[in-house]
């Protein structure tokens, strides 16, 4: 064990974020994704909700301020009644973090799917919150983090 990183972070987790250059993207998927088919590099966090790992993920991956949408969501399917609360809780995370805001992306299920094979690794989670799927986009230490 080291000091300072919370127990929800794996060691192959933190690799994961250690070898993750700008630009490069994880997924954090939740319990109904099919993880397993669609990623290069699966870590399994298995028991953990994806709200409580963002939170210790980014403490420390930096998101990439270069881009329009350093993060992206699964769009809810048209037609599907499914009113996702889960993504304010993200917005809130993501901005007690960063203090600042941005524009999420929302992405059509098969292109966030596309999206998923390229990403550096995707992070299977027992989160049961329909459409909590998310994209980070990693981006550069600057001076002062």
């Known amino acids: 064990m080291l000091k300072g990183i919370p127990s929800i972070i794996s060691p192959e987790l933190m690799k ?3 070898e993750m250059g700008h ?7 939740d319990g109904n ?3 397993a088919s669609h990623a290069e590099r699966l ?3 298995n028991g953990h909700g994806i709200s409580e790992l963002l939170k210790a993920i980014l403490e420390f991956l930096p998101l990439d301020t270069y881009v329009e949408h350093p993060v992206a969501f699964m769009a809810v399917v ?3 009644s499914v009113q996702p609360t889960i ?4 917005e809130e995370i993501i901005h007690h973090q960063f203090n600042y805001s941005f524009p999420f992306e929302f992405m059509e299920r098969s292109a966030f799917y596309h999206r998923t094979k390229k990403a550096f690794a995707v992070v299977a989670t027992s989160e049961t919150a329909q459409y909590a799927n998310i994209i980070l986009k990693k981006g550069v230490i600057k001076i002062g983090y």
């Open 43 to 45: 870590i399994q966090c």
């Open 16 to 18: 994961a974020l250690m």
């Open 33 to 35: 994704f099919p993880a």
């Open 87 to 90: 993504w304010k809780d993200y």
């Open 23 to 29: 630009g490069d993207e994880i997924v954090l998927a």
């Open 78 to 80: 048209p037609g599907d």
